[in-house]
């Protein structure tokens, strides 16, 4: 029963992305218009990219903290040297931003640059805080706050847009107070959390050197993650107008939301008990966790995304209010969802790959299909084809799964781990019978 609690609470923590993605974007779709709705979504997708800076201390504190869960002392350390590295960090890039800007000439002014930094500092260090807590398995503490602080910047911004005027201003300010906010509350029971029995974080510098070393192919990796997943609308936008990039940037974001809501919590839920099970060599109850968390992702994703691809004409009418541009947007969901929904597969072998810390070959890899990929989306981008970027990322994203599934049958060799790819297998044949599902649902369909 407390596992089904713990599990409707991660779930409900996706429920304010869900909102903002379902009900406040198509509100700024109506407002800006197509063109500055496109400019928007650049700014959103910039935003994103920059968010993962976090130097890999969000995956490094979680790992950390499941791995040796009955260390109080380590886990202060772990957290509280973490955020002087990025507190560091934030330090030399506002420097940085600054120096460069004044140089070539941006067009944000002083002020909008520092909001932007303390926003994109604040959000970075709560989600440093979050892992730690669910590394705890604070399921229900880390929902509320989740669901909470993700509610009040959507429709606190929306609301404040609409009060006091849409600008650039008015939309910084209010990112920045509320994500300080959430910030500040999940500190405060982080800190509870860890230092109940008063301990005290010891921070070094040695110790902080260290995790910046060992954070940086995490590093690699998240910035190859966020750039093939941000900077598609940039390069869309150079050679297409704002119009063409909205339904494009709509479609993604419907694509991705149901999938991160669906498979992210059940990845949150399974981690810190696979990644313990695992640093312990406790291979009967990893192979059993390992089990049922391949199963419940297989569930999560290709059901919903099936009922989605199929039904996908009058859920985006519906989602739109019925507004202009719903056609190419569902065009582009057809070709999207299949992807994207075998890239959600790949939530099973990424908490392998932590748990043995392989973070080199993440970086490497993530690096060489991010090249690859964005550059295959420049030359259809270039010829002028949304369609031909659409299945670029579809095959991105089935291709990412398979090779990290691939990479962690290599490491399970030899190691008595035969249950990893007993469950590589299982998802496999998961995947073929839902596909056939749906295929056989799809047929039926045309005919009638």
């Known amino acids: 029963m407390r596992s089904l609690i713990d599990m409707a609470m991660l779930y409900a923590s996706k429920a304010g992305a869900v909102i903002v993605g379902v009900l406040i974007l198509p509100q700024f779709n109506l407002l800006l218009g197509p063109e500055q709705f496109g400019v928007v979504a650049v700014i959103f997708s910039l935003q994103a990219l920059l968010l993962i800076l976090d130097l890999g201390m969000s995956t490094i504190v979680g790992r950390d903290i499941a791995a040796d869960d009955s260390s109080r002392q380590a886990s202060v350390d772990i957290w509280r040297s973490a955020e002087t590295v990025l507190n560091v960090s934030y330090a030399a890039l506002g420097v940085a931003l600054i120096s460069v800007a004044s140089l070539i000439g941006v067009s944000l002014t002083l002020p909008q640059m520092l909001l932007t930094l303390v926003l994109l500092w604040a959000l970075t260090q709560q989600n440093v805080a979050m892992s730690a807590l669910l590394a705890k398995r604070r399921y229900l503490d880390t929902g509320i706050i989740q669901l909470a602080g993700v509610l009040a910047r959507g429709v606190g911004t929306l609301a404040a847009m609409k009060v006091i005027g849409v600008s650039l201003d008015v939309f910084l300010i209010s990112q920045c107070v509320l994500a300080l906010a959430q910030y500040v509350v999940t500190w405060v029971h982080c800190n509870r959390v860890l230092s109940s029995d008063g301990v005290v974080g010891r921070v070094t510098l040695e110790g902080c050197w260290k995790l910046f070393l060992r954070g940086k192919p995490l590093m690699l990796f998240g910035l190859a993650g966020a750039a093939v997943m941000q900077l598609d609308k940039p390069i869309v936008s150079a050679f297409m107008s704002p119009a063409e990039l909205g339904p494009y940037y709509l479609a993604m974001v419907l694509c991705l939301t149901p999938i991160s809501t669906l498979a992210g919590p059940v990845m949150q839920f399974f981690q810190p008990r696979l990644v313990n099970a695992l640093h312990e060599q406790d291979h009967a109850r990893a192979g059993q966790v390992l089990r049922r968390y391949a199963t419940i992702i297989v569930l999560a994703t290709i059901l919903p995304t099936g009922i989605l691809w199929l039904f996908r004409d009058p859920l985006i009418h519906l989602w739109l209010l019925h507004g202009t541009g719903a056609a190419p947007v569902i065009e582009y969901a057809g070709i999207l969802l299949p ?100 295929i056989a649902v799809y047929a039926l369909k045309q005919a009638l």
């Open 339 to 438: 992807g994207i929904a075998i890239g959600a597969l790949g939530y099973v072998p990424y908490v392998l790959l932590v748990a043995y810390q392989d973070f080199r070959f993440q970086a490497v890899a993530s690096t060489i299909m991010t090249v690859i990929t964005l550059g295959l989306a420049l030359l259809a981008a270039s010829r002028s084809s949304i369609i031909g970027v659409c299945v670029v990322y579809a095959c991105y994203h089935s291709v990412s799964t398979l090779v990290s599934w691939a990479r962690c049958l290599v490491l399970a060799r030899g190691r008595g781990t035969r249950y990893i790819e007993r469950n590589a297998v299982l998802t496999a044949l998961w995947v073929v019978v839902g596909c056939g599902a749906v």
